[in-house]
């Protein structure tokens, strides 16, 4: 019996209630690192809902704290410097935030996974492919035999596009392209069905072309289990692509959120919109410069105060100086922004 069906969680609710349309609720989430500097909040007041069956998209520039949030969310913080300061990651309505790590070794196994950014470090370089996918349903399907396993192996690899699945099975990560890599995670993260796929930037260590078609490969794998996904990345043309939601973060906090059509047809906030403004087009002839926002993230131990992003802003004003509440920009679309201005 898969283990999902056999999860004794005192306190989680059954797995797909009837009407939880959100399956994960991340609730004025604060994050923070004690560093020899002094404490720094990578993370601060960050609230979003992943919708079941849904792609939710997390964009920023490098430094903005998207890989923070969702460390946060599968509680693998680096320890013991980073910790969840305050707020809530309701999964099903549950609070896990306080979870015991036992309960959350559950969770990641078989209700939440993660892929990253460079497969290699995810991998284990010392074991051949084969044991690190039978691992998992191993420790998924109690009482599984070897042949069972190599059987679901098999297919699984098949299943996001490895040729020749069965001998590959015996090979060692290094032996295989970096797409290649990215796919036996990809296969890993998916062995347990989870209900939700974290894709920490999953794509960008690769060259353009493979690049599109892992992106194809998560799409396909998302509308036939079901699951739901959060993506992370820094470049909108893949957002456009991918996601049905958007959470704009800057400089550890959200400062725009909405369905990726409003989004790109209706930016409100100045960062968002410089943003959208350096996505190479198609139809952008070559030789023009894209336009770059000026300027840099700021430091976490240096925020201006006020309005993160005011530095750089074209707009700003002088009630910038107080930071701005993420307010509704349209209730009916789902919009939401966090700026003086618009
Ligand atoms: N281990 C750590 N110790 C101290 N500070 C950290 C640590 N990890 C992250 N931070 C801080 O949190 C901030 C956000 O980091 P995070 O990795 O979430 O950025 P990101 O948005 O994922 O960027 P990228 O696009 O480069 O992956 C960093 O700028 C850094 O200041
Ligand atoms: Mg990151």
Do not use: W
């Not at 994050?31 to 601060?44: H, K, L, S, Y």
Request: net charge positive; hydrophobic share 40%.
């Amino acid at each position: 019996m898969p283990l999902n069906d056999a999860l004794d969680f005192k306190t989680m609710p059954k797995k797909n209630p009837a009407g939880r349309e959100n399956i994960l609720q991340v609730k004025n989430l604060v994050t923070t690192f004690d560093t020899e500097a002094g404490r720094i909040c990578a993370v601060d007041d960050v609230s979003f809902e992943v919708k079941k069956g849904k792609i939710l998209g997390i964009v920023g520039e490098s430094g903005c704290g998207k890989s923070v949030t969702s460390l946060s969310i599968i509680r693998l913080l680096p320890k013991p410097a980073g910790f969840i300061e305050s707020g809530q990651i309701l999964f099903y309505g549950t609070d896990i935030t306080r979870a015991e790590p036992k309960k959350m070794h559950q969770i990641r196994g078989s209700h939440i996974s993660m892929i990253f950014q460079e497969p290699m470090t995810a991998l284990n370089p010392v074991h051949k492919i084969g044991r690190q996918i039978g691992e998992v349903f191993k420790l998924h399907y109690s009482g599984i035999n070897k042949d069972k396993i190599q059987e679901k192996s098999i297919k699984i690899l098949e299943r996001v596009g490895i040729p020749d699945s069965e001998k590959r099975m015996g090979e060692y990560p290094h032996q295989l392209s970096g797409g290649m890599r990215q796919r036996v995670m990809i296969a890993i993260a998916l062995a347990c069905k989870p209900d939700i796929l974290i894709a920490d930037e999953p794509t960008t260590a690769l060259d353009v072309t493979i690049q599109a078609q892992i992106l194809e490969l998560m799409k396909d794998l998302q509308r036939e289990t079901g699951m739901s996904i959060i993506f992370i990345t820094h470049d909108l043309g893949v957002i456009a692509e991918m996601c049905d939601d958007v959470v704009v973060m800057y400089a550890g906090k959200v400062v725009e959120t909405a369905p990726v059509k409003e989004l790109f047809k209706n930016p409100r906030h100045p960062y968002t919109k410089g943003l959208l403004s350096s996505i190479l087009r198609l139809d952008t002839p070559r030789k023009i410069k894209l336009n770059v926002i000026e300027g840099m993230v700021p430091s976490l131990y240096d925020l201006p105060v006020g309005c993160r992003f005011r530095n750089r802003c074209p707009e700003a004003q002088v009630i910038c100086e107080t930071q701005p509440l993420i307010k509704s920009v349209d209730e009916g679309k789902k919009h939401f922004v966090s700026c003086h201005i618009v």
